[in-house]
C-alpha cells in the first residue's frame, strides 16, 4: 500500500488494482466503510476499483482493505492519495461503473461453489434446494460465460434471463453477498436442466454413458466401478491406454482412492478444482481395471459446478445438510472431456446430441449457453510444488504478472498441446488448453481465443511471436497477420517462460528438457542447457543424440529407440535377437543415415529406457511409455560413472548399456537418478556464481525426475526455478514467446 501510514479524519483515494470487479469487492468495500463508520463512495472503472473514504478510522479501514478481501479477489496494489474532507457528506455509497477508454482490468475465472452456497443447495427450507444453477459473487461461472467486457449481465450468457423479484432484491442489496452477482438466478428465473437429476443417477448406475453439461464444456461421464461401462467409453472415445480421470465428492472419497498429502488436498479442494495426479493408494476402492491401466497415478477431481454436487447428492440418498460431502461416498465417477476424435470440447447442446451420437446414451444440458469452452486443468504436485499440466478452467484468464509493462504482443504458440497468449501492460493472459493443431476444428477453436482474448482484454498486438519451425499451424497464422512476427526457438520459449512467470529479469541458464524442438540449426533438439538474456540465448551443452530410426514414428514406438541405443553401442548380435531381419534392416538404415534424423530430446533417452527395460514397445498416447517408467519409480539411484561430458555433450549411452541388464523396477530407479545428476554436473559450470536455474519443457512433469534434480542442485545450494502457473510443457510455450517477443520489440 503506498500512502501516509495515518489518515485518521482525513480523506483517502484509493485506487486498487488486481482482480477485483465480479468479485464481490464492492459490496465488501460497503460492509467496511459502514464497519468503520466512513463515508465515501466506491465504484467500478477502467482500471479497477476506485473509491473515496473519510473518517476517524480510515487507517483501519485501508490495512483491512489489503488483509480481508473476498474470496475470489486478487489485489495486486493499493495506492492511496490524501485530499481534502467534503463536510456535506454523510452517507457511504456505490456508484456506477464509470467506463472512459479501453480497460485495463480483467474478469475472474469460473470458481466451485462456495461453502455458503452449498449450505443452501442442501438446505429443504431454502428456496434453491437442490437448485443446479446457484451462485454469488463469491462462486460460479464468469469467464465461460463472458462475451466481453464490462462484466455485466447483458455482456454474458445469462442476458435472456430477467430476473425475478426476489433475485433482484438480492442483486440490489449491497449487504447480499449476490449483489451484482452477474449469474445470480433462482429455480423461478434462472437456467434449467433438460433431465432430472434422479434419471442421470438412475442412468449412471445401470452402466449408461451419460454426457453432462458443465462448466466449460460438456463432460462424458459413467461408473468408475463399471468395468462393461468403462471399456465400452474408451472404445467409443477410441482413447487406446490413456488414462480416465475420476470424480467423487470430496476429500475423504478421493483418499479411499488415492494417498494425499497437504499439496495435493489443497489443489483439489481449491476454488479452480483441477484434476490432481496422485499416486494410487495401497488398497484403493475398487476401479475398473481401464480407467487408468498400468500407471501408478490416478486424476482425481472435486465437482466444480452444483450440477456435480447434485449428482452425488442423490446418490448418497438426499441427506440434508454438507456433512455428507465429508465422508465417504460409494459413487465414483469416469469424468473426461467431450471431444470425439481428439477435437476441442463440445459445448453447444444440438451439436452434443450429433457429435456424441455414438458415445453417449443419453445428453443432459441446459439454456444457460457456453461462450468460451474451456477444458478441465490438470495438476500434479512434483517435488512438494503443484506444477500445472494443462492450463484450464479455473485459471484462466488470471493474469501472469510480468513484473513490468511491456508491449502488447500476441504469441501463438506451437503444434502439440497449443495454447495462445496476449500480453497488456504488465500482465500476460495465457488462454485455457486448445490441444493439438492437426485437424480443422482445433484450428477454428484456435483462431476462436485468439479473437475472445483480444475482444475481452480489448488490445490490439503490436506484434506476433512464434515457434521457429515453419511448417505449424500457429506460425503460419501468425504469418498472415501482417504485423511483425518474431520466431523465437522452442527451448529458448521454454525456458523464458519460467522466466516471465518468476519476474526474473537478465541472464539466466535453464534447462529445457522435452521431446523435440526445431533448433536454430535446423536439426531436432530436446535436451538443453541455454543461457537466456532477455530476446537472446546461447546453447551452452546438450544430450548426446540419438537417430530416430523411421523418424517421427520413432517417438511412438519406443522399441526403435532402444534399437537405436544398441546400434550406438554397436551390438549387431543384440538387435538380431531382439527384432530379427526387421531389426537388422533399419540398423543397416542407421548406418547409412537414411531416414534416421538425429535428435537430442530427453523424451527419446526416455523411450530408449523404456524399450530396453521391455516396459513398453508402443506408445498409444503421447508419453505413455516413460509415464508407465516412472510409475515403477521407488528411489531414484545414480550410476556412477555412467554418462560422459564432452564439449558440453552428455552422453548416457552406458547407462543404456547397464540397463540390458537390470529389472524394470530397477531400471526405473536407475534411469531417474542418474538422468537427474549427469544434468546437474552438465549445468553446474555454467552458472559461474550465480546459483539459480531454470527448468522448463514437459519432463519438468516427471516427479521422480524434477525431484531428484531439486535435490542435487540444492546439495550444491542451487535454487531451481519451475513453472508454476503455465503448463511446464508446450501449453507454456506462448507465455515464453510472448516474452522473447516483448524483449525484442524494446530493444528496437
Known amino acids: 500500500m503506498n500512502g501516509p501510514d495515518d489518515l485518521s479524519l482525513d480523506r483517502a483515494r484509493v485506487r486498487v488494482r488486481g482482480l477485483v470487479q465480479g468479485v464481490g469487492f464492492r459490496p465488501f468495500v460497503y460492509g467496511l466503510a459502514r464497519r468503520y463508520e466512513l463515508t465515501g463512495w466506491v465504484q467500478n472503472d477502467d482500471a479497477g476499483v476506485l473509491l473515496e473514504v473519510q473518517g476517524r478510522t480510515t487507517s483501519s479501514f485501508l490495512r483491512a482493505l489489503e488483509t480481508e478481501p473476498p474470496p475470489l479477489a ?10 481534502d474532507r467534503l463536510e456535506s457528506e ?28 452449498l449450505a443452501e443447495c442442501f438446505d429443504p427450507q431454502d428456496r434453491r434446494y437442490r437448485y443446479p444453477f446457484l451462485n454469488c459473487t463469491h462462486c460460479g461461472p464468469r469467464f465461460t460465460i ?51 437429476i434422479d434419471e442421470i443417477v438412475a442412468r449412471l448406475r445401470r452402466g449408461e454413458i451419460v454426457a453432462v453439461k458443465g462448466l466449460g464444456g460438456f463432460h462424458l461421464a459413467c ?17 487406446d491406454g490413456k488414462p480416465f480421470a475420476v470424480m467423487v465428492a470430496g476429500l475423504a472419497a478421493a483418499r479411499t482412492l488415492v494417498d494425499l498429502g497437504d499439496a495435493e488436498a489443497e489443489c483439489l479442494s481449491s476454488t479452480r478444482r483441477p484434476i490432481v495426479l496422485a499416486r494410487r493408494a495401497v488398497a484403493p476402492a475398487g476401479l475398473a481395471p481401464d480407467v487408468a491401466p498400468g500407471l501408478a497415478w490416478l486424476g482425481v477431481m472435486l465437482p466444480s459446478s452444483p450440477l456435480h454436487y447434485l449428482i452425488f447428492h442423490e446418490a448418497a440418498g438426499r441427506p440434508t445438510g454438507v456433512r455428507w460431502i465429508d465422508a465417504p461416498q460409494d459413487l465414483v465417477l469416469v469424468m473426461t ?27 443432459v444440458g441446459h439454456d444457460r ?36 509493462d511491456v508491449p502488447s504482443v500476441l504469441a501463438t504458440g506451437g503444434y502439440l498441446k497449443n495454447a495462445v497468449c496476449v500480453t497488456r501492460g504488465r500482465s500476460a493472459y495465457l488462454s485455457q488448453h486448445i490441444g493439438d493443431m492437426d485437424d480443422a476444428e482445433t484450428y477454428r477453436f484456435f483462431d476462436e481465443t485468439i479473437a475472445h482474448l483480444c475482444t475481452i482484454l480489448e488490445v490490439k498486438p503490436v506484434a506476433v511471436a512464434h515457434d521457429l519451425h515453419p511448417d505449424f499451424l500457429s506460425t503460419e497464422y ?80 519406443p522399441w526403435r529407440m532402444a534399437l537405436s541405443a544398441l546400434w550406438r553401442l554397436g551390438d549387431r548380435a543384440e538387435i538380431a535377437r531382439r527384432w530379427g531381419e526387421k531389426g537388422l534392416r533399419l540398423a ?161
Open 74 to 83: 486478487r489485489v495486486d496494489a493499493v495506492e492511496v492519495l490524501r485530499i
Open 223 to 239: 461408473d468408475a466401478r463399471n468395468d462393461k461401462a468403462v471399456a465400452r467409453l474408451r472404445r467409443a472415445k477410441q482413447r
Open 90 to 117: 454523510n452517507a457511504f455509497e456505490i456508484r456506477i461503473s464509470a467506463r472512459s477508454r479501453a480497460v485495463s482490468t480483467a474478469i475472474g475465472a469460473d470458481a466451485a461453489p462456495c461453502a455458503a452456497c
Open 369 to 404: 449457453a457456453i461462450v468460451v469452452r474451456c477444458d478441465d486443468p490438470v495438476m500434479r504436485v512434483v517435488s512438494g510444488a503443484p506444477v500445472l499440466i494443462r492450463r484450464g478452467r479455473g485459471f484462466v484468464p488470471d493474469p501472469i504478472d510480468l513484473s513490468r
Open 146 to 196: 463472458t462475451g466481453q467486457l464490462p462484466y455485466d449481465r447483458a455482456q454474458t450468457s445469462m442476458a435472456s434471463f430477467e430476473m425475478c423479484s426476489s433475485c433482484k432484491r438480492e442483486y440490489e442489496d449491497p449487504l447480499d453477498r449476490r449483489f451484482h452477482a452477474q449469474p445470480t438466478a433462482c429455480p423461478v428465473c434462472g437456467p434449467r436442466l433438460t433431465m432430472p
Open 588 to 748: 543397416a538404415m542407421l548406418d547409412v543415415g537414411m531416414n534416421a534424423p538425429p535428435a537430442t530430446g530427453c523424451g527419446r533417452w526416455f523411450d530408449a529406457a523404456c524399450g530396453l527395460l521391455g516396459v513398453r514397445d508402443h506408445s498409444g498416447y503421447e508419453g505413455e511409455a516413460p509415464m508407465v517408467l516412472e510409475s515403477l519409480v521407488r528411489r531414484p539411484v545414480a550410476l556412477r560413472g555412467a554418462w560422459t561430458i564432452r564439449d558440453g555433450v552428455l552422453d548416457f549411452l552406458p547407462l543404456l548399456d547397464a540397463l540390458r541388464t537390470m529389472t524394470p523396477e530397477d531400471g526405473a530407479d536407475a534411469f531417474h537418478g542418474t538422468l537427474a545428476a549427469g544434468l546437474v554436473e552438465l549445468a553446474l559450470p555454467a552458472l559461474r556464481g550465480e546459483p539459480v536455474i531454470a527448468l522448463g519443457g514437459g519432463c519438468v512433469v516427471n516427479a521422480a525426475l524434477t525431484g531428484a534434480l531439486v535435490d542435487g542442485f540444492a546439495r550444491h545450494g542451487v535454487e531451481v526455478l519451475r513453472p508454476r502457473l503455465a503448463p511446464a510443457g508446450d501449453g507454456g510455450l506462448a507465455l515464453g514467446q510472448a516474452w522473447v517477443c516483448a524483449q525484442v520489440l524494446g530493444e528496437v
Open 478 to 557: 501468425a504469418a498472415e497477420l501482417g504485423i511483425q512476427c518474431v520466431a523465437v526457438q522452442h527451448h529458448h520459449a521454454h525456458i523464458a517462460a519460467v522466466l516471465a512467470e518468476h519476474g526474473r529479469a537478465g541472464p539466466h541458464v535453464g534447462l529445457a528438457l522435452d521431446g523435440v524442438g526445431l533448433g536454430d540449426d535446423g536439426h531436432a533438439w530436446g535436451g538443453e542447457l541455454l543461457a537466456v538474456d532477455g530476446s537472446r540465448f546461447t546453447r551452452l551443452g546438450h544430450l548426446a543424440e540419438l537417430p530416430l530410426p523411421g523418424g517421427d514414428v520413432a517417438a511412438r514406438e
Open 337 to 363: 472431456s467431450a471431444n470425439p476424435g481428439g477435437e476441442p470440447l463440445v459445448t453447444d447442446d444440438t451439436l452434443a446430441a450429433r457429435r456424441l451420437e455414438g458415445i453417449s446414451d443419453v445428453v
